[in-house]
């Protein structure tokens, strides 16, 4: 089965950090295009990040300088290190996959495709 | 940043009765590679998003006939030609032209 599933939400002090994992099964992460997307609660999706398969990262501005996108190839894993964090970055955080395909090429193009089931972020005192 | 508006925020609808969400963008959505990256999603309560629609018409895989897009450069529509008990929910528009990707507000349909 292809599935993307997150971890490593909890409870964190303003200011503190975490890092969360968005562990893929049945895709190689280093092949696609993968992004962080968040929902605080009872709002809309918000965008967060993207790493592509060359490497190249992207962030909102809300989050340049505090969150880091990478992944480990070895553990097919992808990862949202986020750091400072404060009480505006509580959210469910979903990994998504973007890719569609067009013959017999696959590319990205907004088209999140396979989303995991989040992992809830909650920044408070 | 490109600014996504939905309207209506939110539509109550009759089973088998046609639906129709409106998306509008602040900034043409055609892409340096001639492409229009806009989508639309769907999110059931306590569920992640799915994908129905992308580069503005093309059907996801498995997603019904009943739902269709279509639009060009700023403004964008998604149907539902009959509404069905399934299709309660939200709906957001997103846009993947520039960064950062941005989502409308989303659209509440639910059944009258």
């Known amino acids: 089965d292809v599935q993307l599933v997150e971890s490593g939400g909890g409870v964190v002090q303003p200011g503190g950090s975490l890092r969360l994992s968005c562990a893929a099964s049945g895709l190689a992460v280093n092949t696609h295009y993968i992004n962080w997307v968040r929902q605080a609660p009872g709002k809309g999706l918000e965008w967060v990040s993207v790493?592509?398969?060359?490497?190249?990262?992207y962030y909102t501005d809300s989050v340049k300088g505090r969150f880091t996108i990478s992944r480990d190839s070895s553990k097919n894993t992808l990862y949202l290190q986020m750091n400072s964090l404060r009480a505006e970055d509580t959210a469910v955080y979903y990994c998504a996959r973007d890719r569609y395909c067009s013959g017999g090429t696959c590319y990205a193009g907004g088209a999140f495709d396979l989303w995991g089931r989040g992992t809830v972020v909650t920044v408070s005192s | 940043e490109i600014v996504m508006t939905q309207t209506p925020l939110s539509s109550l609808v009759t089973l088998g009765q046609p639906a129709s969400i409106s998306c509008r963008s602040s900034?043409?959505?055609?892409?340096?590679?001639?492409?229009?990256?806009l989508s639309w999603l769907h999110q059931r309560p306590g569920q992640p998003p799915r994908l129905l629609i992308y580069k503005i018409s093309e059907r996801f895989s498995g997603v019904p006939d009943r739902f269709s897009g279509s639009g060009a450069g700023t403004d964008f529509t998604l149907k539902i030609s009959r509404v069905e008990a399934e299709d309660v929910g939200l709906y957001y528009c997103m846009q993947a032209a520039r960064f950062p990707y941005t989502f409308g507000q989303g659209t509440k349909l639910q059944i009258k």
């Open positions: 900034q043409s959505l055609v892409h340096s590679d001639g492409n229009t990256y």
């Open positions: 790493m592509y398969k060359s490497g190249n990262t």
